[in-house]
């Protein structure tokens, strides 16, 4: 860790002792009459010498002094940093989840957490594609006829024989059973044996998004599936999301907040991240909770495959290209309230 306030002390003493050699120099240079035998020169020389090594005295002094109150506050915030990472450990450790009448907790407990977002997000996509009659992209329609094969689960479950016969029912159906029947797809996709298949559509659909640029209609998608999450389960999520907001807030004001956000996001799973994403643009997240997302860099590790926002394309930059642009719509979305 670099330390510029006790770096500028340093160069203050260095300077001060080559002052004070020029000083010597300059005494010796126009009084060089050899050692004196006079103890009243000793005491003139004493008095000049003293002038000048005062100076440098006392900046030893205080660079002692603000190397003490560095470390002090070093270690103080190293301090804090940790019992905020134990707080965060314990809600990821306590955290449970319940399916079939199983509970689960812990890592365990997230990675069922994101399996029900990331089928609740597909639900979301393949809904509305369906609804609004789009059309199949090319690249899936040249793979074992899979434009009416992907959706036989969803055709039985709805007792229909293909797209467009799906397409007129939903049409059809009172909008007040909208979110009934999201969650019913939901269902299908969370139990389906080829949930791949689920993802590989839905990367396909967002690819198009993207290109068109309809971030609007993703961050919808988005932001009802962290509504559903927090609803479910906040009383366990909320501790999770509050605790991670005070800690990122506090390190943000310390002298090294990059080295212990590195820390920290060194901590956080794929799933952790999936469903930290989710709750970011959820209508309990705020600006300054997106804006300290950003500022640390919290979504550097996510896995673009586990979650296809961004289409086919898996790449780094491009994935955190998608998520700002998602956080674009929040921002313009929040203000706009």
Do not use: W
């Amino acid at each position: 860790m670099k330390r510029p306030q006790i770096d500028i002390i340093k160069y203050a003493l260095i300077a001060t002792a080559i002052f004070t050699l020029i000083l010597i120099l300059v005494y010796v240079y126009r009084f060089h009459h050899g050692l004196s035998y006079n103890h009243n020169d000793f005491a003139d020389f004493g008095s000049y010498l003293g002038s000048t090594t005062g100076l440098l005295a006392f900046i030893g002094v205080l660079y002692t002094i603000k190397d003490s109150q560095i470390n002090r506050q070093i270690d103080n915030e190293r301090s804090t940093f940790y019992n905020l990472l134990g707080l965060y450990q314990h809600q990821v450790d306590t955290n449970k989840y319940t399916e079939h009448q199983i509970e689960k907790t812990g890592i365990e407990a997230f990675k069922a957490y994101a399996h029900e977002a990331r089928s609740l997000f597909y639900a979301y996509v393949i809904y509305h594609f369906i609804k609004d009659g789009e059309k199949f992209p090319s690249e899936l329609t040249q793979v074992s006829k899979l434009d009416e094969q992907a959706f036989l689960e969803i055709y039985t479950k709805f007792g229909v024989h293909s797209t467009t016969e799906l397409n007129v029912l939903l049409k059809s159906r009172d909008p007040k059973y909208y979110y009934d029947t999201i969650y019913e797809i939901k269902g299908i996709i969370m139990s389906s044996k080829i949930h791949e298949m689920y993802r590989i559509i839905v990367a396909s659909i967002c690819n198009r998004i993207c290109i068109e640029k309809r971030y609007q209609q993703l961050y919808k998608f988005i932001r009802n599936v962290g509504d559903y999450l927090y609803g479910q389960y906040g009383q366990y999520l909320g501790q999770y999301h509050r605790n991670i907001y005070y800690l990122l807030d506090s390190i943000q004001n310390f002298k090294y907040p990059n080295d212990y956000s590195k820390i920290f996001r060194a901590q956080l799973s794929s799933d952790e991240l999936t469903v930290i994403l989710f709750n970011s643009m959820s209508s309990q997240s705020t600006l300054k909770t997106i804006s300290l997302l950003k500022k640390f860099d919290i979504f550097n590790n996510i896995i673009a495959l586990e979650l296809p926002i961004s289409g086919y394309d898996t790449e780094k930059e491009i994935v955190i290209q998608t998520i700002n642009s998602l956080f674009h719509e929040f921002i313009a979305d929040s203000t706009n309230k």
